[in-house]
């Protein structure tokens, strides 16, 4: 016959332990939305400077004043880039982290149960 006793501190446990994994992912999920809306804005950042490139070139009949134009495009997108891999960075770490903390050991009491009904099976 099955002692209740021991089989609440392990439904206690994957309990908590599945609270604690859905509390993750939804925080995981919102730093994923976040992400893809700053890289949904860096697309139309993009695309717009593409936009005014291609009307700055062709509005000029100076070879001059197209190299001026493609020189300040270029650094434009050396700028947006160096904080685009920044961003990424820093978002890739944020995304480590937060799977991390399904990892974590919880000590509010769970480990201490879980040790006692390891060492009662034993």
Not at 40 to 59: D, G, P, T
Request: glycine share 2%.
């Amino acid at each position: 016959m099955t002692d209740h006793s021991e089989t609440r501190p392990v439904s206690d446990a994957i309990q908590s332990y599945a609270k604690r994994a859905m509390a993750v992912q939804s925080e995981f999920s919102e730093k994923l939305i976040e992400a893809n809306r700053h890289w949904f804005e860096q697309i139309q950042v993009e695309s717009n400077e593409a936009w005014e490139l291609f009307r700055r070139f062709n509005s000029t009949a100076s070879v001059a004043e197209k190299i001026t134009a493609l020189q300040d495009w270029a650094k434009g997108v050396t700028a947006r880039s160096a904080n685009d891999a920044t961003y990424a960075i820093e978002t890739a770490r944020s995304l480590g982290t937060i799977e991390l903390n399904l990892f974590a050991r919880k000590t509010d009491g769970i480990d201490e149960v879980t040790h006692e009904v390891t060492q009662k099976a034993a």
